[in-house]
């Protein structure tokens, strides 16, 4: 009888486990990833009709849970606005304060839904890690961020 209750409660434990597994999601971050699907943001606001993260000042940052970076990537490439001037995204690992792996820097487009591509550098990113965009301390109207891909 103890045999089968502890054999119940192993099974419950397994099971639990497994689910556990399955309801965390990754996000390949070798596919182009949209902006606005973030997992969390403070501070921005919807651009292109909901289609991509805009109004990104300093202390505003925006987050993806579980981006997997597999066995690891060197570049970001994404379709960005701006109609400011020089800005930049710093890109982070796992919380606000985490390992910076990139720095995107933004060009102006001359135009807020004048969307180009553009790259940066990315190092030390492998596995799963939540990402966060980070606006530069003392940036403002960084720009719109339609979507990202890295590889
Ligand atoms: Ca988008």
């Given at each position: 009888m103890k045999k089968n209750i502890l054999l119940l409660i192993f099974t419950f434990a397994l099971l639990s486990f497994l689910m556990g597994c399955a309801s965390v999601p990754t996000i390949p971050a070798g596919k182009k990833i949209?902006?606005?699907?973030?997992?969390e943001e403070e501070g921005t606001q919807p651009e292109k009709g909901g289609g991509a993260v805009g109004y990104?000042?300093?202390g505003d940052y925006f987050m993806y849970k579980n981006v997997d970076f597999g066995a690891g990537v060197s570049i970001m490439r994404a379709s960005v606005a701006n109609n400011s001037g020089s800005r930049h995204l710093i890109l982070r690992l796992?919380?606000?304060?985490?390992?910076?792996?990139g720095v995107l820097a933004i060009e102006s487009?001359?135009?807020?839904?004048?969307y180009e591509e553009m790259s940066c550098e990315i190092k030390g990113a492998k596995g799963i890690h939540d990402l966060y965009f980070v606006a530069m301390d003392?940036?403002?109207?960084?720009g719109n961020i339609d979507w990202f891909v890295f590889e």
């Open positions: 949209q902006a606005e699907e973030f997992s990104i000042d300093s796992d919380s606000l304060e985490g390992p910076e792996i487009t001359f135009d807020w839904n004048g003392g940036e403002t109207e960084i």
